[in-house]
């Protein structure tokens, strides 16, 4: 199983019906998806964090910096 949450949880996240922890079978799947989490949360929420992510072996976390 691959892991895949959020480092920190701004407040726009909070407000989101994103989850912050999430299980998947493979790696492909979870890095799609934290793909896709990254672009949505870039394009849709306040503009005053920027999203991006790294992986492990078994974990993929989200990370948050301020802009």
């Given at each position: 199983?691959?892991?895949l949450?959020?480092?920190?949880q701004?407040g726009?996240?909070?407000?989101?019906?994103?989850e912050?922890?999430?299980?998947?079978?493979?790696?492909?799947?979870?890095m799609e998806k934290?793909?896709?989490?990254?672009?949505?949360?870039?394009d849709?929420?306040?503009q005053k964090?920027?999203f991006?992510?790294?992986?492990?072996e078994?974990?993929i976390i989200?990370?948050v910096?301020m802009?």
């Amino acid at each position: 199983m691959i892991t895949l949450k959020m480092e920190k949880q701004c407040g726009c996240f909070k407000k989101s019906d994103l989850e912050a922890v999430q299980q998947f079978t493979t790696k492909e799947e979870a890095m799609e998806k934290a793909e896709d989490m990254c672009k949505h949360m870039n394009d849709k929420f306040c503009q005053k964090h920027q999203f991006s992510f790294e992986e492990t072996e078994n974990e993929i976390i989200i990370k948050v910096e301020m802009n």
